[in-house]
């Protein structure tokens, strides 16, 4: 793995057999923030608002998550496919109403989105691949939020 500096900002370049593929990592986060908030409001996925959490209008809930998430898929069919991957932890299990803990019944669908263009004439196989996970942890909004205005 190699770091290189473009702009100031470094950038690991790590060589995946015969391609050689490069991940720009900002180190500046207000800067990083500002391109993505600039980058959702000018590119946005249009005028349509999707629910947002109780007090925090710039975060959308669950539900409103869901619902642009299958719209974008529905509004970009050659570019976007979605699928379920699994349940949530809570979807197979009771929450826990012990006095001390709180955690409510019923869970979700977990959903994959693949996005690439299905008209090319390259195969999968071919086209590089990037996984980005979000969401991972409990009370982190910003990060699926981010990651659905960046898509």
């Known amino acids: 793995m190699a770091v290189a500096t473009a702009i100031g900002y470094p950038l690991l370049i790590k060589n995946f057999g015969a391609q050689t593929q490069t991940v720009a990592i900002m180190m500046n986060f207000q800067l990083a923030m500002s391109i993505f908030f600039a980058t959702a409001t000018v ?6 608002t999707f629910e947002t959490i109780d007090g925090r209008k710039c975060f959308r809930s669950m539900k409103g998550m ?3 998430m299958f719209y974008l898929a529905e509004d970009n069919p050659d570019l976007i496919t979605i699928s379920d ?15 001390v803990h709180d955690i409510p019944d019923g869970g979700y669908d977990i959903y994959a989105l693949n996005i690439t263009d299905s008209g090319s004439s ?3 196989k ?3 691949k990037m996984l980005i996970t979000s969401g991972v942890h409990a009370r982190e909004w910003a990060p699926p939020e981010l990651l659905a205005r960046f898509i």
């Open 66 to 68: 869901m619902d642009s």
């Open 126 to 128: 071919e086209k590089g």
């Open 43 to 48: 590119s946005g996925v249009d005028a349509r």
């Open 122 to 124: 390259r195969l999968s």
């Open 85 to 99: 991957i699994g349940d949530s932890y809570l979807k197979n299990h009771e929450g826990r109403h012990d006095g």
